[in-house]
């Protein structure tokens, strides 16, 4: 069904404990879409870049479905940059320079062609601009999943609650769930946010996976143990990409649904942090993507006794 | 079949920002019995008290199937003391008050009728003293199970590795993983255990749920989201009583069996945390843990959508 999807496309430098990049094609919308590409194509984007956008990646994101009418290319401008050094534990980073260049004074732009959409995925931004995006679609989406992060919450937090009352599902991690909710608690967080407006919360929790709440249900799906994280850039975005994908392919919004969905963003994300930036996400295969996800099968499953083998044990105890 | 649970059985004065209490009833040795109690009776306990333990206490261990013939009463010495002080986030302590009493020299006895051991769980305890018990074993145990903490890691960590290499099942949080193999991944933190001498690993990791390791597989059982941690103290002995008490119940020792006995395992020691100390172990009935655990199946529960629904899918995209 038809996907919309909105964010930066950007360059990042990356500095992690196992080297260092110059600048890389990095931005939400990049992660987002190269991950919903697995599931549904094309996936229409909405964002800006500078003069400094490589063609190449341009085709790069063409030959994975990307449609790239609403991506803006401004002439007298640079590409969104950001660079970030990541500890040692991985779990932790410093932005060592943020130019928003592009991003400062970003009008998205809705083609016409774009006016089908069912599916919205809005990746961090301004949540003015996200909030524009959905006022300019003609008709509302069937399903609107939107991301942000710890730095709205601290210099637009009217902006952020009027974008809250908009949508269906909110994906943030935990250290952001926790300051937008003000409780410490992951099940109270969940339930302030939904009392914001969105119905359902994803709560990502990194290496110990991620949480899903909504229609008074929890499900939690495991983090892959992994012998290395190699780098995290893009690991969010890319998760909300294939859950929003997965959903978009499948077209049910329902908590059943959802689960799978969590596992298939689990599932990305986890491919995601074994490579620098998108190189990963670019070079999968639905087989690739197939095999990931019976490992999370695997993992995650567990089959209680039969009531009937139980009451057989109880009896000869 | 038959069970000994070997560790401390002991008072705590406990701190936690809900409240504070004066010496009530601890130990590793009590809360894995009460745990146990509800798998399988009787369970047959090893530990030493000193003449302030109360016979009410004791009173209670017994009505919940608790063997006291192998914990000594000492007359000269008082029982072991522990006071602590939990912060805020409930993931952190400070160890406040630490008096051995009777455990600085504790020489486990192991009385005849425990000689038909099959399930030995060695609580927190020095691991000379947990190497003893195996000793004076006359026939190895079908499954030996153990818990450590860092302090050995820091005093005795020869004597803990001599224990290790006799054991079949090591437990211990994320952190003790990380210091006993050195290693930051937890996959490779298991990977080097095992190396040590468990065939496998249960690596705890508190609201973020628990890991098993073993025969080539990993299990990820998850953390119950809660909306108050009250007191952690004994979750980790009361998982691990829950752990060994399933697998003694049901007498299977494999991997798919050590799957449900960690969500079992977790099941109870998400009781444990909702009061202080062990009153809510006290207080289980069956029905409450059978529900508890069919929360763990809700949470944890997810299914693929059949190939042949996913074929259809495809097809109408």
């Excluded at 890389?24 to 956008?53: M, Q, W």
Aim: net charge negative; proline share 4%.
């Amino acid at each position: 069904m038809s996907l919309v999807v909105v964010g930066s496309m950007a360059f990042d430098a990356i500095e992690t404990p196992f080297g260092k990049t110059d600048k890389i094609l990095g931005g939400a919308a990049t992660y987002i879409s190269l991950a919903c590409s697995y599931f549904t194509r094309p996936v229409k984007a909405i964002s800006v870049v500078g003069y400094d956008f490589l063609e190449g990646d341009m085709d790069m994101l063409r030959s994975h479905g990307v449609d790239l009418e609403g991506v803006q290319v401004r002439q007298d401008e640079k590409s969104f940059f950001w660079s970030g050094r990541y500890h040692t534990d991985m779990n932790s980073r410093d932005t060592l320079v943020t130019e928003l260049n592009v991003l400062g004074d970003f009008d998205p732009k809705v083609p016409a062609s774009y006016q089908d959409c069912e599916f919205l995925m809005l990746g961090n931004l301004a949540p003015d601009v996200q909030r524009l995006v959905i006022e300019r679609l003609e008709r509302r989406p069937k399903l609107i999943v939107m991301d942000t992060m710890n730095f709205w919450m601290n210099v637009a937090l009217d902006s952020l609650h009027q974008t809250l009352k908009l949508i269906d599902v909110l994906v943030v991690n935990d250290e952001e769930a926790r300051q937008l909710s003000g409780e410490y608690s992951l099940l109270r967080a969940a339930a302030k946010i939904q009392s914001f407006g969105p119905k359902y919360v994803v709560i990502k929790k990194g290496e110990h996976g991620a949480l899903l709440f909504g229609e008074g249900q929890v499900f939690s799906a495991p983090g892959l143990p992994l012998e290395e994280v190699f780098d995290p850039t893009g690991a969010g975005d890319t998760f909300a990409g294939g859950f929003i994908g997965y959903l978009a392919k499948s077209g049910e919004v329902s908590f059943e649904n959802m689960r799978r969905a969590v596992v298939y963003g689990s599932a990305l994300a986890s491919f995601c942090v074994e490579k620098f930036g998108p190189e990963q996400i670019i070079a999968l295969t639905h087989e690739m993507v197939d095999a990931r996800v019976q490992k999370f099968v695997h993992l995650a499953n567990f089959n209680l006794m039969p009531q009937s083998v139980q009451d057989a044990i109880d009896q000869s105890a």
